[in-house]
């Protein structure tokens, strides 16, 4: 039998997804996890691999088995086994010929990047940080160029594996809630740091180094070179994953970005003493620079 399962995770104490020598990767804990429910060595596939540091709010993967069990006890079993940090959502059988990466349709990104004078301490793992204002409108105009089918060479990594670097980029939003900055993406499939490298290349345009158009150059010449430096992994998350309906398996449901970014942003106190110099002043209202808001 083949099964599909989602998961989440927080990847901030793994070494990421995908299984290596030193061990303490996802796959390690999922793979033993399911192995022991199985009474069988499980070896599972999955849509996409995540470095270090990415965490998962809906990931996907399929194994095969020849163990039979209740769907909900391979979710709860494994939920039962697995560490903190890892958590089954569902599963579910599906048909021989599925395949988690190559069946993949859409693959969804998300990337949170905390814009504040402070560092984060309590979500240090779970948003990126910019601690200069940002033009939130001219990040979404270069943004715009990014979207449709596109030579990504400038925004993948020297050790990238694809052997194309043409991706379909169909969203690419850029939006502010708070002190939170939400980088929104979706692409038929995203090449090695092609997420965290355009990150950092409209942080470049938010803080005025570069204009709109320096996308678009980008693109162009196709220079890893002349691009930002691979922004940090903390911020990131694979959001979803979206298959054909005819594989039958619980449909990816978007969550409202309202719904993920509460608890995250800064209370306007912090503020107020950050941009008076560490000294509270009574009264002091919060500054407020370009597009960005200091809350």
Same mark, same amino acid.
């Given at each position: 039998?083949?099964?599909?399962?989602?998961? !989440?995770?927080?990847?901030?104490?793994?070494?990421?997804?995908?299984?290596?020598?030193?061990?303490?990767?996802?796959?390690?804990?999922?793979?033993?996890?399911? %192995?022991?429910?199985?009474? !069988?060595?499980?070896?599972?596939?999955?849509?996409?691999?995540?470095?270090?540091?990415?965490?998962?709010?809906?990931?996907?993967?399929?194994?095969?088995?020849?163990?039979?069990?209740?769907?909900?006890?391979?979710?709860?079993?494994?939920?039962?086994?697995?560490?903190?940090?890892?958590?089954?959502?569902?599963?579910?059988?599906?048909?021989?010929?599925?395949?988690?990466?190559?069946?993949?349709?859409?693959?969804?990104?998300?990337?949170?990047?905390?814009?504040?004078?402070?560092?984060?301490?309590?979500?240090?793992?779970?948003?990126?940080?910019?601690?200069? +204002?940002?033009?939130?409108?001219?990040?979404?105009?270069?943004?715009?160029?990014?979207?449709?089918?596109?030579?990504?060479?400038?925004?993948?990594?020297?050790?990238?594996?694809?052997?194309?670097?043409?991706?379909?980029?169909?969203?690419?939003?850029?939006?502010?809630?708070?002190?939170?900055?939400?980088? !929104?993406?979706?692409?038929?499939?995203?090449?090695?740091?092609?997420?965290?490298?355009?990150?950092?290349?409209?942080?470049?345009?938010?803080?005025?180094?570069?204009?709109?158009?320096?996308?678009?150059?980008?693109?162009?010449?196709?220079?890893?070179?002349?691009?930002?430096?691979?922004?940090?992994?903390?911020?990131?998350?694979?959001?979803?994953?979206?298959?054909?309906?005819?594989?039958?398996? +619980?449909?990816?449901?978007?969550?409202?970005?309202?719904?993920?970014?509460?608890?995250?942003?800064?209370?306007?106190?912090?503020?107020?003493?950050?941009? %008076?110099?560490?000294?509270?002043?009574?009264?002091?209202?919060? !500054?407020?620079?370009?597009?960005?808001?200091?809350?």
């Amino acid at each position: 039998m083949r099964i599909a399962m989602a998961l !989440e995770y927080d990847g901030s104490n793994f070494c990421g997804w995908q299984s290596q020598p030193g061990g303490n990767t996802v796959q390690d804990a999922v793979e033993a996890a399911l %192995s022991e429910i199985a009474g !069988e060595a499980i070896r599972v596939v999955t849509a996409g691999r995540t470095d270090a540091g990415v965490h998962a709010i809906y990931q996907v993967l399929h194994f095969d088995t020849r163990a039979e069990r209740p769907m909900n006890a391979w979710v709860r079993g494994a939920n039962a086994l697995l560490p903190g940090g890892i958590a089954m959502l569902w599963a579910s059988p599906t048909a021989d010929d599925f395949h988690a990466r190559y069946c993949a349709i859409e693959r969804c990104y998300l990337y949170l990047l905390l814009n504040h004078p402070v560092r984060p301490g309590l979500h240090q793992h779970r948003v990126g940080w910019f601690h200069h +204002p940002l033009r939130l409108e001219s990040m979404q105009m270069a943004a715009q160029m990014l979207v449709g089918e596109h030579d990504f060479s400038a925004f993948r990594a020297a050790e990238c594996q694809a052997k194309s670097p043409v991706r379909t980029v169909t969203k690419l939003e850029v939006t502010r809630v708070g002190n939170i900055v939400a980088f !929104e993406l979706r692409a038929n499939a995203f090449l090695h740091h092609m997420v965290r490298n355009i990150v950092g290349c409209l942080i470049y345009v938010g803080k005025g180094k570069f204009p709109p158009d320096w996308i678009g150059k980008l693109l162009e010449n196709g220079k890893r070179s002349e691009a930002a430096p691979t922004f940090s992994a903390s911020g990131l998350y694979l959001a979803g994953v979206v298959y054909d309906a005819r594989w039958k398996l +619980p449909p990816f449901v978007e969550p409202p970005l309202a719904a993920i970014v509460p608890g995250m942003n800064r209370p306007a106190i912090l503020t107020s003493w950050a941009t %008076s110099g560490g000294n509270p002043v009574s009264g002091a209202k919060p !500054e407020v620079r370009d597009i960005c808001r200091f809350e």
